[in-house]
């Protein structure tokens, strides 16, 4: 069974070219991998990551469990920030690496490619531990490039979200959060959201409509890490 992206349905539509990838129908390029880099490194781009799952630890207990389970030291970032880290088993392999986001004061949110490996290994490690361990739903769309601010300042306030920063917002009437943070040495943002909003999404108009102006350009997300010298996992 293919799986698809919420976006899926607004990349047929424009014209995206797909790849398989861990079952996942994937958008990669829509021109040419040549133009899509350039617009991100010289204007602003998107890049849809609908096959990575954002898991959620919340409970009173929430702070004390994510300090067992990765390396930073969780203690150090206030709601509202986020902070890198690994995931380890009890013999110091990596299972997973990930941006750690705490949302709220005893709500952690974490994405991650191998879901149910990490949900099975995460609810035998809280054993003993008053947390809830979920699969949020989230999707994701990542917006790089020096000229993002520009293109999502026109439907939210972003001058007030620092780097590695994230908060709850909306785009039109539709509740998302949103995260400064990027993988391609440029500016950039990611944008969380329910899947059954991924249609409405496309009907508010961002990113496709940026997209039509290319003020804002879809594309080749493998390309832009490893301009970057940023090693691909995925």
């Not at 300090?67 to 997973?96: H, N, R, W």
């Not at 990542?142 to 590695?164: C, S």
Request: glycine fraction near 10%; proline fraction near 3%.
């Amino acid at each position: 069974m293919k799986l698809l992206s919420p976006f899926y349905a607004k990349h047929i539509e424009h014209g995206g070219t797909f790849m398989a990838e861990t079952g996942w129908q994937l958008a990669t390029v829509y021109t040419s991998v040549e133009e899509e880099y350039r617009m991100v490194k010289e204007r602003a781009g998107f890049v849809d990551y609908g096959l990575q799952r954002a898991l959620a630890v919340s409970g009173s207990d929430a702070l004390k469990f994510v300090q067992k389970i990765l390396v930073a030291d969780l203690s150090k970032i206030s709601p509202g920030t986020s902070i890198y880290s690994s995931m380890l088993d009890e013999t110091g392999k990596i299972l997973d690496d990930e941006i750690v986001f705490r949302v709220e004061e005893d709500l952690f949110i974490f994405n991650t490619l191998t879901k149910d490996t990490v949900i099975e290994w995460l609810k035998k490690q809280a054993k003993g531990f008053n947390v809830s361990i979920m699969d949020t739903g989230l999707s994701f769309l990542a917006f790089q490039g020096p000229k993002t601010r520009d293109v999502l300042q026109k439907a939210m306030n972003l001058k007030d979200l620092p780097y590695m920063g994230i908060r709850q917002d909306k785009l039109g009437e539709i509740p998302v959060l949103i995260a400064r943070m990027g993988f391609t040495g440029e500016l950039g943002y990611e944008l969380f959201v329910l899947p059954e909003y991924g249609h409405a999404l496309g009907c508010f108009g961002r990113p496709w409509q940026g997209a039509q102006s290319r003020s804002l350009w879809p594309g080749c997300r493998l390309d832009f890490r490893s301009g970057e010298g940023i090693c691909v996992g995925s």
